[in-house]
């Protein structure tokens, strides 16, 4: 885990921001009042294999895939198997918002700490590591291959008719190794790409009204309308790779070959 400290910036994007979407906005200023631990990579097939291992839980029955013409949900696959290659190193995927909601709640009874899925206002401050343009990197998006797996040439030769930036990670289709690129300003890894990552709030297609003191609107699970963020290895349309660009999922109960989770550990109050 990192320890993000306390601080304010600006969430969402600015309507001049190239390929910004809609529900991006208001601007609006964030105040981070506490410091709070991140984890430093994406949840990995190993850690939720020993919790799979003590509880039972398997996680999702099937899991939404590109099977190399379209999306489809397959019973045959699941985050042992998503239809690529995988290593205990790989990010989680095929991994349901309420799984990994479970899996925190382990961690936590496990530990004693208190782990949970991050607020979207949290990710966001801790994926900007700092910044405040459009892009948590340097260089914009033919410069991302250094700071992430995202859909790129080598995934484009695999797969001719995804979108891809104009550079080459050497990949493909598929994760790779969580900490294998360059970590952002706050020392995170993989914030951009490798897998989109779940959020704990509802989704709404507005920052009207949200809350400024960065905690979560709302409960993803009860609203039944919740969000990833992050962008992944998977097909990148224009402005996906931007620190503010948001993803409504269809549901907290489906599993999703390029989607996993972080986690957020509270801070007791001597740290």
């Not at 401050?125 to 700071?147: D, I, L, M, Q, W």
């Not at 990670?169 to 300003?185: K, M, Q, W």
């Not at 009860?222 to 992050?230: E, H, K, T």
Request: glycine share 12%; proline share 6%; with cysteine.
């Amino acid at each position: 885990m990192v320890v993000i400290p306390a601080g304010q910036f600006q969430m969402g994007a600015p309507d001049d921001e190239t390929d910004r979407g809609n529900d991006e906005g208001p601007v609006r200023i964030v105040t981070i009042a506490k410091p709070f631990a991140v984890g430093k990579y994406e949840v990995t097939r190993k850690q939720f294999a020993a919790f799979v291992n003590e509880t039972g839980h398997w996680g999702n029955a099937r899991c939404l895939i590109w099977n190399r013409s379209q999306l489809a949900f397959d019973d045959a696959r699941s985050w042992l198997d998503p239809d690529y290659d995988v290593s205990d190193d790989h990010p989680m995927v095929c991994v349901s918002w309420w799984d990994a909601v479970a899996y925190a709640n382990w961690l936590s009874k496990s530990t004693g700490h208190t782990y949970r899925l991050p607020a979207e206002a949290e990710w966001e401050y801790a994926v900007r590591g700092g910044t405040e343009g459009a892009h948590s990197f340097p260089g914009g998006e033919t410069n991302v291959c250094a700071y992430g797996n995202v859909s790129d040439l080598s995934a484009k030769a695999e797969v001719p008719e995804w979108n891809a930036v104009q550079c080459d990670d050497g990949v493909g289709f598929g994760t790779a190794p969580v900490g294998s690129y360059l970590p952002n300003g706050f020392g995170l890894y993989d914030t951009i790409g490798n897998v989109w990552e779940w959020m704990a709030d509802c989704y709404r297609d507005s920052f009207a009204g949200a809350p400024t003191d960065g905690s979560t609107w709302g409960n993803g699970g009860v609203c039944n309308a919740v969000l990833d963020r992050g962008g992944g290895f998977s097909n990148v349309f224009p402005g996906h790779l931007r620190a503010a660009n948001r993803s409504k999922a269809p549901s907290p109960h489906i599993a999703v070959y390029s989607l996993g989770f972080r986690l957020v550990r509270d801070l007791e109050p001597s740290n």
